[in-house]
């Protein structure tokens, strides 16, 4: 059996950045340019994404599913552009949630959070 391995661990906050089990890779917390616009955080969040994908070898290419937490739902449709922008037609199945954030900053912090699913075969 193979061993869990674990990447981008924050002992900190007591959690990893991503986990590969078998041949899938789970993403958490992936936010970036907090306190930014609402387009700025989404970049960002993806630029997470991609960062903790590269450190196994991965690229959005190879996210198959996305929980895409917002402070408001209505920005759906920014979230769509950057995706087509970003994913080039390879889009992964996907969720879209409303949320209050646990987070510095406030309502005028956090305003979107992707967590994710990548699949690469051994």
């Given amino acids: 059996m193979k061993e869990i391995e674990r990447y981008d661990v924050n002992e900190e906050w007591a959690h990893s950045g991503i986990i590969k089990a078998g041949d899938f890779y789970y993403l958490n917390y992936c936010v970036g340019n907090v306190g930014g616009t609402i387009e ?51 889009y992964p199945v996907r969720k879209s949630i409303q949320t209050e954030f646990a987070h510095s900053g406030g309502e005028e912090g956090l305003q979107f959070q992707v967590d994710g699913i990548a699949y690469a075969p051994c």
Wanted: aromatic share 8%; hydrophobic share 45%.
């Fill in 40 to 90: 700025q955080q989404i970049k960002g969040a993806f630029d997470e994404m991609e960062k903790r994908l590269a450190l196994v070898g991965l690229s959005l290419e190879n996210v198959v599913q996305m929980d895409c937490l917002f402070r408001d739902i209505w920005n759906i449709p920014v979230m769509e552009k950057v995706i087509k922008e970003r994913f080039k037609g390879k």
